[in-house]
């Protein structure tokens, strides 16, 4: 691991160490989590953009998956 040192506001500091105490963690554990959190759900965005613009290019036609209305089920 590698050390780093960062700016943070006051009150944000106050706060993840009222939910470390409850959590019985760390600072740096709690940010690690947390950013390895942000930058998953920044590559989970990218690739729901990157489908969003192929089907925009690529939309999908009637017949391109016949057969599987079929196999849907609908529970009330």
Known sequence: MKTVQITIDKEL????????????????AFTRKALQ????R?????LEQKH????E?????????P???EEQVWVD
């Open 42 to 46: 920044y590559k989970r965005e990218l």
């Open 13 to 28: 500091v106050q706060e993840v160490d009222q939910i470390t105490q409850q959590l019985r963690t760390s600072r740096s």
């Open 52 to 55: 969003r613009q192929g089907y």
């Open 57 to 65: 290019k690529h939309p999908v036609n009637s017949e391109e998956f």
């Open 67 to 69: 057969g599987w209305e």
């Open 37 to 40: 959190e942000a930058l998953d």
